[in-house]
């Protein structure tokens, strides 16, 4: 079992810069993948950034955002940079324990935070 916390959100203007964290606990968040996934509202949760050994970005986030992940805390970073409205959303972390091809889709995660709110203004 995994328990993931985010943290870090905020209300930024475009083309800020602003990271967010996602704390794992629990018995095997050693042994899982990690990733994150955005929703805005009224529309579906889309994946973000997944790091699996090798990292996954989604097109719309490419030489802005940046995943990272410190193994010894078990935590998992998003480094977001040039900062769109667009980007404005819930962003949630993710965490299972089956490695895959397709690291972006939800249905595959097993372990969602409670979502951390980034607000971002023209």
């Known amino acids: 079992q995994v328990q993931l916390t985010e943290s870090g959100g905020g209300s930024v203007q475009a083309g800020d810069s602003l990271k967010i964290s996602c704390s794992a606990s629990?018995?095997?968040?050693?042994?899982?993948?990690m990733a994150w996934f955005r929703q805005a509202p009224g529309k579906e949760r889309e994946g973000v950034a997944a790091?699996?050994?090798?990292?996954s970005y989604a097109d719309s986030v490419k030489g802005r955002f940046t995943i990272s992940k410190d193994n010894a805390e078990n935590t998992l970073y998003l480094q977001m940079n040039s900062l769109k409205p667009e980007d404005t959303a819930m962003y949630y972390c993710?965490?299972?324990?089956?490695?895959?091809?397709?690291?972006?889709?939800?249905?595959?995660?097993?372990?969602w935070g409670q979502g951390t709110q980034v607000s971002v203004s023209s």
């Open positions: 993710a965490a299972k324990t089956r490695w895959s091809y397709l690291p972006l889709r939800r249905f595959e995660y097993d372990y």
């Open positions: 790091f699996q050994g090798d990292i």
């Open positions: 629990g018995p095997t968040a050693s042994r899982v993948w």
